[in-house]
């Protein structure tokens, strides 16, 4: 590969030497290729490092060079509302140091506790969605809102910026990318607030969102209410197809007091090639065999024509089979959380993670002794299971958070730098 011809404006004007013997262009381009996870320790090897890895045009050089598979593919969290509390990236393949705090999104001094947003990622740019919210001047107080605002990271010049809000306010709702596009699709949600075990709101509205105009768009809704969902994208851009799966709709009463959400076994699709129109699939599962649906990812993988959809249900991971329209065990998690209901469930490089905090003595002691929830200060211990190798591989980290994250409502996203 020969080196980009603008190499002085792209890397900066240097008085001190990158690399000795070797002209800044060339040698920038040489150090842009370095793991996005290493970027933070090289700044201490020397001044002019230092200043090359805190400038904001390397992002930029990493994404206009280095082919998708060679850039670093990181988890961003969200460990609680994101205008209080910052983002953090992780690198799984870098666990030691793999950690990198950003700046918050910002504040609204009228609002607080957002919850039940949603991440996706488009190039170099992170966005926030919607979500359930507290509102000082909404009345009653204790009664969550949903809102339609919309927020990007733009890791090229490390700020974030609001956007156009969605033109149906909205949270815990189906969302997925249109590949190569710069096109967001949501569907359906609610007004729910994580501290309610019931309530609030239900919507069958859907729209897209164009990254280029900064316009929102509204397309055929789903066939009923629906809020809770979950939404992947199969396919590339107008010949693809946006997957609706599971959530909830109706709720009822048991006893005229406690309220528990009628839960949907369906999936319904929108063919983008059919003019945007909507078909349903029918139960993924008969009545007895689940209540609702798990955690779910998707694993694109170059190797297999259509992408995988994987279910972490309890200690089992259980894939979707498009022709027969369910779901089929594929393995099962070699160690046991504690607490099945606050694990992580994430893909990133075609594997498959599932994330438990743990403390020291979680390691070591025996599983038929009681176990204390994680507290804060436990470590990350994350089991990665490979589908197409059928295998299984083991990590831990030490999150450096100064407060409790619970997985159970972490907001997750992928992105590559």
């Not at 690198?91 to 793999?98: F, G, K, S, T, W």
């Not at 927020?151 to 969605?166: G, I």
């Not at 799966?245 to 005229?256: A, F, I, L």
């Not at 438990?356 to 002794?369: M, Q």
Request: net charge positive; aromatic share 10%; charged share 20%.
């Amino acid at each position: 590969m020969s080196p980009p011809q603008s190499g002085i404006e792209e890397t900066g004007n240097y008085t001190q030497t990158l690399i000795p013997g070797l002209p800044n262009d060339l040698a920038g381009l040489i150090l842009a290729f370095v793991p996005y996870s290493h970027h933070g320790r090289l700044k201490s090897t020397c001044k002019s490092w230092k200043i090359f890895f805190s400038r904001k045009t390397l992002i930029s050089l990493r994404q206009k060079y280095l082919p998708p598979s060679r850039l670093s593919h990181l988890l961003c969290i969200f460990p609680q509302d994101p205008s209080i509390v910052s983002p953090y990236l992780f690198d799984p393949h870098n666990p030691r140091a793999c950690w990198f705090p950003l700046p918050p999104m910002p504040c609204n001094p009228h609002v607080y506790g957002l919850c039940n947003f949603t991440s996706v990622s488009i190039g170099p740019h992170l966005y926030v969605l919607g979500g359930s919210l507290f509102d000082t001047r909404s009345f009653p107080l204790d009664r969550p809102s949903s809102t339609s605002s919309a927020f990007r990271f733009n890791f090229l010049t490390s700020s974030w910026d609001r956007l156009s809000p969605m033109l149906s306010p909205r949270g815990s709702f189906a969302c997925a990318t249109v590949p190569d596009s710069g096109r967001i699709l949501v569907a359906g949600g609610g007004s729910r607030h994580t501290m309610f075990g019931a309530a609030g709101s239900r919507m069958s509205l859907v729209e897209m969102y164009d990254a280029r105009k900064d316009e929102w768009v509204a397309l055929d809704g789903l066939p009923r209410f629906r809020a809770g969902c979950v939404g992947f994208f199969v396919g590339k851009g107008e010949h693809g197809e946006f997957w609706v799966m599971g959530g909830y709709g109706e709720s009822r009463t048991v006893s005229g007091v406690f309220p528990v959400d009628e839960y949907y076994r369906d999936a319904v699709v929108m063919d983008l090639n059919n003019g945007g129109k909507w078909r349903e699939l029918g139960d993924m599962w008969q009545e007895g065999e689940r209540r609702r649906l798990g955690k779910i990812v998707v694993v694109e993988d170059d190797h297999l024509d259509t992408p995988g959809i994987f279910m972490l249900e309890g200690t089992d991971i259980c894939r979707y089979d498009m022709a027969s329209n369910r779901w089929w065990k594929e393995t099962s998690v070699p160690r046991k959380a504690s607490d099945t209901s606050s694990v992580g469930f994430v893909a990133l490089d075609c594997e498959l993670h599932v994330m438990a905090l743990v403390n020291a003595v979680d390691l070591t002691e025996n599983n038929r002794r009681p176990r204390q929830p994680a507290k804060k200060g436990a470590s990350l211990f994350i089991q990665v299971y490979h589908p197409r190798k059928k295998t299984w591989r083991s990590l831990i980290t030490k999150p450096p958070l100064h407060y409790h994250l619970d997985l159970r409502t972490a907001v997750m996203c992928t992105i590559r730098l």
